[in-house]
C-alpha cells in the first residue's frame, strides 16, 4: 500500500546531501513505480517550493516515460496517416508534460466544442462559408490566440494545455482547428511552412491559407513567399503543401525539444530525442 504520508517523508529526503540517500529514495520510488504517481502529482500541486515541484516532476517523469515510450511506438506502428491518428498521437506526447492525463476527457471537449458549431456548419451549403464559420468560432468566440509573450514555454506546445489556456504555438492553434473540423467532416489541414505553421483549408478547387497565430487570418502565397524571403529562406512550393501528419508530429517534437532546451532540461530533451527518433525512422 502507498500512503501520502510515505510520499512526503521520501520528498523530504530527496534534500538529504547524502547521495546513498538519494539513491535509496530514488530506488523506492522506482518500486513503487506508476501507483506513486496520483500522490506525487497531489503533492506537486499542494507546493509552494519551485525546487521542490522541479524535483517531483523529475520523479514523476522517470517513473511513466517507459510506458509513454511504449504507447507512443504502439500507435507509429499502427500509422499516423490521417488527423485521428495525429489527434491520437499529439495526446500521447502530452504526456509527457502532464503523466495523470485523462485523455477521455479532452476528446469529449473537442467533441463538445464540434457539437456547439455542428448545426450552423451542417446547415450551410457553401464550403467557403463553413470555413469562416468554424474560424469565427474557433479564433472570436473561443477566443483561442497565440502566446506571444512566452512563445517557448513548454504548455504553448501540448495539446491538453492548449486547449485549456486557449493559446498556443500556431501548429497546436492548427491542430485543435484540425481537430473540430474533422469531427465536422471540414478540410482543414496543416502546412509545415518554416518558422511559422500554417493552416489550409482544401476544397476541390482551392488551397486557402490561414494564420491561426493571427486570429484565422487568410493570407496569399505572396504574403507567405515574402515571409519566407524577410526570413533569408528561399521559398519552394512543397513549403505551403499540405503536410503530411508524421511531419506535424516530428515539428510538435521538435518544438518540445527546443523549448525544455531553453529550460536547461537536458534529460526531457533526450526523452523527447528519443521519440522524434522514432518518428523519423518510420516516415
Not at 473540430?180 to 478540410?187: E, F, G, K, T, Y
Not at 537536458?266 to 523519423?280: A, I, N, T
Amino acid at each position: 500500500m502507498i500512503n501520502k504520508s510515505e510520499i512526503e517523508s521520501l520528498i523530504y529526503l530527496l534534500d538529504d546531501p547524502d547521495p546513498d540517500v538519494q539513491t535509496g529514495v530514488k530506488n523506492r520510488f522506482r518500486e513503487l513505480g506508476e501507483h506513486a504517481v496520483p500522490l506525487l502529482d497531489q503533492y506537486k500541486s499542494e507546493s509552494i517550493r519551485d525546487s521542490e515541484r522541479q524535483n517531483i516532476n523529475e520523479i514523476i517523469h522517470n517513473i511513466t516515460y517507459g510506458s509513454l515510450l511504449e504507447d507512443f511506438s504502439g500507435i507509429l506502428e499502427s500509422g499516423v496517416q490521417g488527423r485521428r491518428s495525429l489527434e491520437e498521437a499529439l495526446f500521447i506526447l502530452a504526456r509527457f508534460g502532464n503523466p495523470t492525463l485523462r485523455v477521455s476527457e479532452y476528446r469529449e471537449k473537442l467533441d463538445e466544442l464540434a457539437r456547439q458549431i455542428g448545426s450552423d456548419i451542417a446547415y450551410t451549403p457553401s464550403l467557403n462559408e463553413k470555413m469562416r464559420i468554424l474560424l469565427q468560432y474557433v479564433f472570436r468566440e473561443l477566443r483561442f490566440r497565440g502566446d506571444s509573450k512566452n512563445y517557448h514555454d513548454p504548455e504553448n506546445a501540448f495539446l491538453d494545455r492548449v486547449i485549456d489556456r486557449r493559446k498556443g504555438l500556431p501548429i497546436m492553434l492548427s491542430v485543435v482547428v484540425m481537430a473540430i473540423a474533422r469531427r465536422l467532416n471540414l478540410p482543414f489541414y496543416g502546412a509545415n511552412m518554416p518558422i511559422h505553421f500554417m493552416l489550409v483549408y482544401q476544397t476541390h478547387n482551392q488551397n486557402i491559407l490561414i494564420d491561426p497565430f493571427d486570429g484565422g487570418t487568410i493570407v496569399t502565397y505572396d504574403q507567405c513567399y515574402y515571409f519566407l524571403k524577410k526570413n533569408s529562406i528561399e521559398p519552394r512550393a512543397e513549403h505551403l503543401d499540405r503536410a503530411e501528419s508524421p511531419e506535424i508530429l516530428a515539428r510538435c517534437i521538435r518544438n518540445l525539444m527546443h523549448s525544455y532546451a531553453k529550460n536547461h532540461q537536458d534529460k526531457q530533451v533526450e526523452d523527447l530525442k528519443e521519440l522524434l527518433g522514432l518518428v523519423e525512422s518510420r516516415k
